[in-house]
Nanobody, 111 residues
Framework: VQLQASGGGLVQAGGSLRLSCVVR???????VAWYRRGPGKQREQVAI???????RYADFVKGRFAVSRDDATNTVYLLLNDLKPEDTAVYYC???????WGQGTLVTVSS
């Protein structure tokens, strides 16, 4: 099992980034979740998308982030809009049903 997250980088406040997570497995999976861990903070769930493509979001990102998936390419996306300095974190994708995690991608938002 491999989850490869990418797309992080340095962006100014108010900017946008699109994160990608390529999921490589030998089994089918349903939901994919995005988590983040900011400096000195605990890990927190950001969003989750089910097999039907319905996303749910943490309150602190509602209206700013959007999760989507392309099952043809086994890729899940997280679009980050209107970024704030407090969004600075390493973002991880994972399979909630199996507990597999990707390696994370760093998002840094400057003020």
């Amino acid at each position: 099992v491999q989850l490869q997250a990418s797309g992080g980088g340095l962006v100014q406040a108010g900017g946008s980034l699109r994160l990608s997570c390529v999921v490589r497995t030998t089994f089918s999976y349903n939901s994919v979740a995005w988590y983040r861990r900011g400096p000195g903070k605990q890990r927190e769930q950001v969003a989750i998308i089910n097999r039907a493509g319905v996303g749910r979001y943490a309150d602190f990102v509602k209206g700013r982030f959007a999760v989507s998936r392309d099952d043809a390419t086994n890729t899940v996306y997280l679009l980050l809009n209107d970024l704030k300095p407090e969004d600075t974190a390493v973002y991880y994708c994972m399979l909630p049903g199996n507990g597999y995690w990707g390696q994370g991608t760093l998002v840094t938002v400057s003020s």
